[in-house]
């Protein structure tokens, strides 16, 4: 062991003659460990709740979407379904039209985002971990259409499965109608269809009625056009890289983005909640540290013959320096350890056993969230790091030049 910390080693497991030091150095300890525990398990709780938005995102959100870059519809052709499936990584390729519409179930009504997809839905899967009733097919053994609405509108509307009485009522207005008469049955086109599945996500996804892609062309009268394009990916493909490769591949008349960036604003404000809360945490250390300034400060004035003593036997400044900053560092490198232990057994304690509920019997989820990554850890020792060489670097220095002073 090198001789700056043996003697480091020495000063903090020995009683000083004060004994508020000693006092003042554990306070330290004790402060940056739960300043590190802390760091530790609330930037595990933010990688969870950005891991299970992604999922969210993952049970309805296509892995890329090929949408128009102005208006609200283009032109599908087999060039262009060929095109796409010709990038390597595509799996498969749903024809999408999606826009507002009126849902009307017996005497009730509402305005609903109706989502009309080709067969490749069914085969996706997506929303099969979200269904809560029924089943997700779009049509019965002898053709007749189904719809799959969220919870929201089964709510909202009264719809019963098992009623094969009252169908669910879809309308939206005529494109060639100049002026709209909602009192007027001409003025809007209409299809009827029987609910077959609920299923539900989350609020923003609770308006939504997913039906045949044929019977929403004719509805809404698009023909061979389409609002969008969804696309599923091979597993272990880059959905980034793929949608990157489509957009190169169709030009600038599309807007071509991956799940990630769809959803991009909402796990922007996730990651910069998560910075924000590591500076304030960051801050919330450095106080902590502090402590360290002021027992090493104290340690220093009670060290000054052995200090002068280490000169006259032919120390150095900057061995002097080293011994004090050896000292700041087991104090925080302690508390550090302590800190990652207890906020890791904290975070596993809670993937495992899920100790901390989410309080609400409405969530997705009973319990918080939390996914641990090194990154994490390895962010958090380098602040400890980087706020021990700072808080012990001045008392250090000074603890150099007095013994430079009584040696003299």
């Known amino acids: 062991m090198d001789l700056s910390y043996r003697i480091a080693v020495r000063y903090f497991f020995s009683r000083n003659k004060r004994s508020f030091i000693s006092l003042i150095a554990r306070i330290a300890m004790a402060g940056?460990?739960?300043?590190?525990?802390?760091?530790?398990?609330?930037?595990?709780?933010?990688?969870?709740?950005?891991?299970?938005?992604?999922?969210?995102?993952?049970t309805f959100d296509a892995d890329v979407k090929i949408s128009p870059r102005e208006g609200k519809r283009f032109q599908v052709s087999d060039s262009l379904i060929a095109a796409i499936k010709s990038v390597n990584g595509v799996k498969s390729v749903t024809q999408v039209i999606e826009d507002n519409a009126l849902a009307r179930y017996g005497s009730q009504q509402m305005i609903v985002r109706l989502k009309g997809v080709d067969e490749g839905f069914e085969q996706q899967g997506q929303l099969d971990t979200a269904l809560i009733q029924g089943s997700l097919k779009l049509y019965g053994p002898n053709g007749t259409p189904y719809a799959v609405i969220a919870e929201g509108i089964r709510n909202a509307l009264s719809i019963s499965l098992e009623d094969v009485i009252v169908p669910l009522e879809l309308l939206y207005p005529r494109t060639g109608t100049k002026t709209l008469n909602v009192t007027s049955a001409e003025a809007f086109n209409h299809i009827t269809l029987r609910p077959g599945g609920i299923f539900f996500i989350e609020a923003r996804y609770d308006d939504y009625v997913i039906a045949p892609l044929s019977l929403v062309s004719t509805l809404m009268e698009y023909g061979s056009q389409r609002s969008a394009l969804e696309i599923k990916t091979i597993p272990g493909f880059s959905e980034y890289k793929i949608s990157r490769a489509i957009g190169e591949k169709l030009g600038e008349k599309f807007v071509v983005k991956d799940r990630d960036s769809l959803n991009s604003d909402l796990l922007r404000a996730i990651r910069l909640e998560k910075l924000f809360v590591s500076v304030t945490l960051s801050l919330i250390i450095l106080v902590a540290a502090i402590n360290i300034f002021f027992s090493l400060s104290m340690l220093a004035i009670e060290k000054k013959k052995d200090v002068a003593m280490l000169y006259s036997l032919g120390a150095g400044p900057a061995l002097i320096r080293k011994i004090f900053l050896a000292e700041g560092a087991i104090v925080a490198l302690s508390g550090a350890i302590f800190g990652l232990c207890g906020g890791i057994v904290i975070c596993l304690l809670q993937i495992r056993y899920g100790f901390v509920s989410m309080g609400m019997t409405t969530s997705l989820i009973d319990a918080y969230p939390v996914k641990l990554m090194w990154q994490d850890i390895l962010y958090t020792g380098i602040i400890v790091v980087i706020i021990t060489m700072i808080v012990s670097y001045i008392p250090a220095r000074r603890a150099a030049d007095a013994g430079q002073i009584l040696r003299v």
């Open 32 to 58: 940056v460990a739960v300043g590190t525990m802390a760091m530790i398990v609330v930037l595990s709780v933010f990688n969870g709740m950005e891991d299970l938005n992604r999922k969210i995102f993952k």
